[in-house]
């Protein structure tokens, strides 16, 4: 099977940046506070969290052979740091995975706007901070959240993906990494980790979340940047240790 090209990578990435917004944000939206009646039916922040862990999940053993299965700007400068994209696929990968967020941030819009009475403004499931965060943290704070957080899930990329662990268990272990990063930041910033989600949203959003993007490219890059630098460090370069199994005999030279 010949190895697919630059147009069959992008191809990967717009898709399963679009279906990540669309399942990720699309619960927030439409699912998190559903009522009927008196009683809510709505998912809450475990639901949400949920969709938005299962389309990473899905998207990653959907694509992943194509295109790395990355869906973020973050991730797509993280892995290129630590030398698992070329540099050449960084700038291209990025239009993919914004063009595509803004897809899918679309279709929630026209969906949504199906509903008598509903208003795009405060209600697209945007990032934010101050005002603007679901429980009222501080920018210092939502900035910290992000970097951290982003910093850790791209280590858990790159981990699952490196050539000495256990073959087909990425998707998940990426998925669900996910799903924790939610369960523990929806109430900080609404969660971004991934500068292309909040694009996505922020401009049908509007109610500050445009002025506030800027923290949501910047924190989750720094983020995926100090892994990207740091794994090959830390864990050894895959070409030291690739193939190999991790035991006390295959380390030995490995610095």
């Given amino acids: 099977m010949s190895a697919p090209t630059m147009f069959h990578r992008l191809a990967a990435e717009f898709i399963g940046t679009l279906w990540l917004v669309l399942g990720g944000c699309g619960s927030a939206v439409?699912?998190?506070?559903?009522?009927?009646?008196?009683?809510?039916?709505?998912?809450?922040?475990?639901?949400v969290s949920l969709a938005f862990g299962l389309t990473v999940l899905t998207g990653v053993y959907a694509f992943g052979t194509i295109s790395g299965g990355h869906f973020n700007p973050a991730v797509t400068l993280g892995a290129a740091l630590a030398k698992r994209v070329e540099w050449v696929a960084l700038p291209v990968y990025w239009i993919a995975q914004v063009l595509g967020g803004l897809v899918?941030?679309?279709?929630?819009?026209?969906?949504?706007?199906?509903?008598?009475?509903?208003?795009?403004?405060?209600?697209?499931?945007?990032?934010?901070?101050?005002?603007?965060?679901?429980?009222?943290?501080?920018?210092?704070?939502?900035?910290?959240?992000?970097?951290?957080?982003?910093?850790?899930?791209?280590?858990?990329?790159?981990g699952s993906t490196d050539d000495r662990s256990p073959k087909g268990f990425a998707g998940l272990s990426i998925g669900l990494m996910l799903t924790l990063i939610h369960l523990i930041s929806i109430p900080i910033s609404n969660t971004s980790v991934n500068p292309a989600r909040s694009t996505a949203v922020a401009f049908f959003n509007g109610d500050g979340a445009p002025a506030q993007l800027w923290l949501f490219w910047l924190a989750p890059l720094v983020g995926a940047a100090i892994a990207g630098i740091a794994y090959p460090f830390l864990f050894g370069r895959n070409e030291e240790l690739a193939d190999r199994p991790v035991r006390d005999d295959a380390l030995e030279g490995a610095d």
């Avoid at 706007?113 to 405060?122: E, F, K, P, Y």
């Fill in 104 to 158: 899918g941030g679309l279709i929630i819009y026209l969906i949504a706007s199906g509903q008598d009475g509903w208003s795009a403004t405060g209600n697209m499931a945007a990032n934010g901070y101050g005002d603007h965060s679901p429980g009222g943290y501080s920018m210092t704070a939502v900035l910290i959240a992000e970097v951290v957080l982003t910093a850790i899930f791209m280590l858990v990329i790159l």
């Fill in 30 to 47: 439409f699912a998190a506070k559903f009522m009927s009646g008196d009683t809510s039916l709505g998912i809450g922040f475990l639901g």
